[in-house]
């Protein structure tokens, strides 16, 4: 895919360069020509020094042909501001970062529907980890209402056990296995050992009940 970003601050170089690793083409867009110099000494990608509310930049950036635009800056009226002229060149996806998150509303209002906020998911994911101390890892999955959590296994009582014994169920399934740095995908008759580490993909609101499963 061919994505433009707006913003070569920590959010939107970091991003650029999981797009340029995953094999992407990109074009990062700043109006800082101190970020714009480390970002083009660091990227395999196109980096343009100037204002991505202006129309002559954006078509620098062959906006026309990118498949996403992101707008990434700090400021959300300049991504606001962007995100509105992007949506003339019928881009198929625009996501936008919101720092404010009272200013979300005035982008669904515009049409842009793919906003996020950094700073929230950060603590939002730093939340659960303190409330599930028992939790290795997790991944909030599709609008908060599942989550992909990484346990190892403690309770006595599955020891043994099939995974097809225990996944799937309404509330959740074991969707990975770990073993010696590598992950499987369980088949039904795989036993479950002590201390292995799994995957389960679990409805949110059933957390506290599934981690009780296998705790």
């Known amino acids: 895919m061919y994505i433009v970003i707006m913003g070569a601050g920590r959010v939107g170089l970091t991003l650029a360069n999981y ?25 395999d990608a196109l980096v343009i020094c100037g204002s991505g509310t202006d129309v002559k930049t954006l078509e620098e950036a062959n906006i026309s042909d990118a498949d996403v635009f992101v707008a990434a800056t700090g400021h959300d009226e300049a991504n606001l501001l962007s995100c509105i002229l992007v949506k003339e060149y019928q881009v198929p996806k625009i996501i936008a970062r919101v720092s404010n998150p009272d200013h979300e509303e005035a982008f669904k209002k515009v ?36 989550e992909l959590l990484d346990i190892s296994i403690k309770n006595s009582r599955i020891v043994g ?12 399934i074991i ?19 002590e201390n292995e580490k799994i995957s389960v993909l679990v409805k949110t609101k059933s957390v506290k009940k599934v981690t009780s499963i296998f705790i």
């Open 19 to 43: 797009l340029v690793g995953s094999g992407n083409d990109v074009s990062l867009i700043d109006s800082d020509s101190g970020l714009c110099g480390n970002a083009a000494a660091e990227l």
């Open 111 to 146: 049409g842009i529907n793919h906003v996020i906020s950094p700073e929230l998911t950060a603590a939002g994911y730093l939340e659960k980890l303190i409330n599930r101390p028992k939790i290795a890892d997790l991944i909030v999955v599709g609008k908060g209402n599942a």
């Open 161 to 172: 056990k099939r995974v097809s014994d225990l996944s799937p169920t309404d509330d959740y």
């Open 175 to 193: 969707a990975a296995i770990h073993q010696n740095g590598e992950m499987y995908i369980p088949r039904d008759d795989w036993v479950l050992e």
